[in-house]
C-alpha cells in the first residue's frame, strides 16, 4: 500500500530557529506538492515540483522559505528563520502527470507536519 | 478565474440521515478534473473521487454519489445513511489542464457533524 510520508510529524519550535520538512512521494510520482493549512487561510499551494524541477513556488514566502527535490525519493521544506505566523499543518502530496500533460491523476497527501513556532 | 466554492461550512446530522455537500466551481478550461477528499480528525487527506470534465456520469460507491452537472458548474456530493464515522472535513478541488501544474484549487471546505 504506497504512502506518502512525511517527517517529522510533530515540531515544536522557537522563532528564529530553522525547521526543515522532509516528504517521500510515492515511488514513481513525478509531481510533488507542498501545502500549508491553517484555520484562517484553508489549504495553500506553496509549492510545486515536476520530475524534480520546481514549476511554481508563487504561494511560498521567499525570503524565508525554500524547497528543494534533491533526488525522486525526497522533497525538503525548510524555513529559516521561522516566526508564529508559520504555525501551520504542511501537506505534501504527489500525483502523476502523464507523458506530455495529457492527463492527471489525483494527488495522495502525506499525514501533515504539524509545526508550531512559540 | 478558477475558483470553488463551498457555500456549507458546517452541517450536523443525525446518524442515519442522508446529506448532501455542495460544490460549485469556476473555470474556463474545457478540461479540468475535480475531486473530493475527506479529512478526518486525524488529519490526513484521504482521496475519494476524481471526475474529469468529459465525464459527467454519476458515480456512487457504497454510501456515497456524486452529481456532476456540467450546466450548473457543480460537482456535489451525497452520503446515504450517514454514519458517525463520516465526520470530518470534506473538501472539493478543481485541477485545470491550462495551468499546466494541475495544481489544486480547493474549497473550504464542509465540516460533517454525525450525531448518534
Known amino acids: 500500500d504506497a504512502r506518502v510520508t512525511q517527517t517529522p510529524r510533530h515540531k515544536v519550535t522557537e522563532m528564529g530557529q530553522e525547521v526543515t520538512m522532509r516528504c517521500q512521494p510515492i515511488?514513481?510520482?513525478?509531481?510533488v506538492f507542498w501545502y500549508r493549512q491553517t484555520m484562517m487561510q484553508g489549504l495553500e499551494l506553496l509549492a510545486y515540483?515536476?520530475?524534480?524541477?520546481?514549476?511554481?513556488d508563487s504561494g511560498m514566502p521567499k525570503d524565508r522559505f525554500s524547497a528543494e527535490m534533491p533526488d525522486a525519493t525526497l522533497a525538503t521544506l525548510k524555513i529559516q528563520p521561522s516566526e508564529p505566523r508559520d504555525s501551520a499543518v504542511y501537506f505534501c502530496a504527489s500525483g502523476l502527470v502523464q507523458a506530455g500533460g495529457s492527463s492527471y491523476n489525483e494527488q495522495f497527501f502525506g499525514p501533515g507536519t504539524r509545526l508550531t513556532v512559540l | 478565474a478558477q475558483k470553488v466554492t463551498q457555500a456549507q461550512t458546517e452541517i450536523s446530522v443525525v446518524e442515519k440521515e442522508d446529506v448532501t455537500l455542495d460544490c460549485v466551481y469556476e473555470?474556463?478550461?474545457?478540461?479540468?478534473?475535480l475531486f473530493w477528499y475527506k479529512q478526518p480528525p486525524s488529519g490526513e487527506l484521504v482521496f475519494l473521487i476524481r471526475?474529469?470534465?468529459?465525464?459527467?456520469q454519476n458515480e456512487i460507491s457504497g454510501r456515497y454519489s456524486w452529481n456532476f452537472q456540467k450546466s450548473t458548474s457543480s460537482f456535489n456530493f451525497t452520503i446515504t445513511a450517514s454514519q458517525v464515522v463520516d465526520s470530518a472535513v470534506y473538501f472539493c478541488a478543481l485541477s485545470e489542464r491550462a495551468s499546466g501544474t494541475y495544481k489544486y484549487i480547493f474549497g473550504t471546505g464542509t465540516r460533517l457533524k454525525v450525531l448518534a
Open positions: 515540483f515536476r520530475n524534480r524541477a520546481p514549476l511554481d
Open positions: 471526475r474529469n470534465s468529459f465525464d459527467e
Open positions: 473555470t474556463r478550461d474545457t478540461t479540468y478534473y
Open positions: 515511488l514513481g510520482h513525478n509531481t
